[in-house]
């Protein structure tokens, strides 16, 4: 079993930059890829990015190609999502999930085996 938590989240205008962490507990980190979705008012959960579980292997869905980066440190068992350039419509709830594996995961739900509760990001415009 593996647990995460959400941090980071928060208001700040477009064109501003938020740093997102989740924490991991319980099973071994570097054992799992993880990834980066988030869930807008009325709309599904989307893939935002997905890193392998050395870190080496990252990939970001289009909409945010250029403006957030994944990174994560085994070391301290977290996961991170830096954003720039932030727009209104990346407005939703941010959650970490974990990939049993070590191979980068896709951006299908169905592959992740672990969830955070998630953090909200607003971006006024």
């Known amino acids: 079993q593996v647990q995460l938590v959400e941090s980071g989240g928060g208001l700040v205008q477009a064109g501003g930059s938020l740093r997102l962490s989740c924490a991991a507990s319980g099973r071994t980190f570097s054992n799992y890829a993880m990834a980066w979705f988030r869930q807008a008012p009325g709309k599904e959960r989307e893939f935002v990015a997905a890193i392998s579980w050395t870190g080496s292997n990252t990939y970001n869905a289009d909409s945010v190609k250029g403006r957030f980066t994944i990174s994560r440190d085994n070391a301290k068992n977290t996961v991170h999502l830096q954003m720039d350039s932030l727009k209104p419509e990346d407005t939703a709830v941010y959650y970490c999930?974990?990939?049993?594996?070590?191979?980068?995961?896709?951006?299908?739900?169905?592959?992740?085996?672990?969830w955070g509760q998630g953090t909200q990001v607003t971006v006024s415009s």
């Open positions: 999930a974990a990939r049993r594996g070590r191979a980068i995961g896709g951006g299908t739900l169905g592959e992740y085996d672990y």
